[in-house]
C-alpha cells in the first residue's frame, strides 16, 4: 500500500475527516488532501505526527514506490519519474544518494546514479 492510500484508509477507519487529521496534526485540509491525492509525500516530520494518530507508518509505507524504483535502476535503470520534492531528496540521502551539484534532479550513489524527473 502506498502513503496515500495508508493516510486515506487509517484516517477513514478512525471516522476522521481530512479537516480533524489536519488539525490533530497541526496542518491544513488541503495539504492532507494532497498526501492523499499523491499530489505531494508528507516530509518525515510530518510522518511522525502522521503516525502518532494513525499508528505506525514505515519508511517502506512512506517511501516504498521510491525506494523500489532506486533498486530497479541499480539494476540497470536510469530514470525515476517522481516528484522531486523534500521528502523524495530525503530518503534519496538516507539511502546514501548525494545530489549532483549544477544538476537538476541526478543523483550520484556509490556504484550508481539515478535522474529523479519532475512528473
Known amino acids: 500500500m502506498n502513503i496515500e492510500d495508508l493516510i486515506k484508509t487509517r484516517r477513514a477507519s478512525l471516522n476522521l475527516s481530512q479537516a480533524a487529521l489536519a488539525d490533530a496534526i497541526g496542518t491544513t485540509q488541503g495539504r492532507v488532501g494532497d498526501w492523499e491525492r499523491g499530489d505531494r509525500k508528507?516530509?518525515?516530520?510530518?510522518?511522525?505526527?502522521?503516525?502518532?494518530?494513525?499508528?505506525?507508518?514505515?519508511?517502506?509505507?512512506?517511501?516504498?514506490?521510491?525506494?523500489?524504483?532506486?533498486?530497479?535502476?541499480?539494476?540497470?535503470?536510469?530514470?525515476?519519474?517522481?516528484?522531486d520534492d523534500d521528502a523524495a531528496r530525503e530518503i534519496i540521502a538516507n539511502l546514501g544518494g548525494k545530489h549532483r551539484p549544477g544538476s537538476d534532479g541526478y543523483y550520484d550513489f556509490p556504484s550508481f546514479s539515478i535522474w529523479v524527473k519532475n512528473v
Open 42 to 83: 508528507p516530509g518525515i516530520e510530518w510522518l511522525e505526527k502522521l503516525a502518532a494518530v494513525l499508528g505506525p507508518i514505515t519508511i517502506g509505507d512512506a517511501m516504498g514506490e521510491l525506494i523500489e524504483k532506486i533498486r530497479a535502476a541499480k539494476n540497470g535503470g536510469v530514470l525515476i519519474p517522481y516528484k
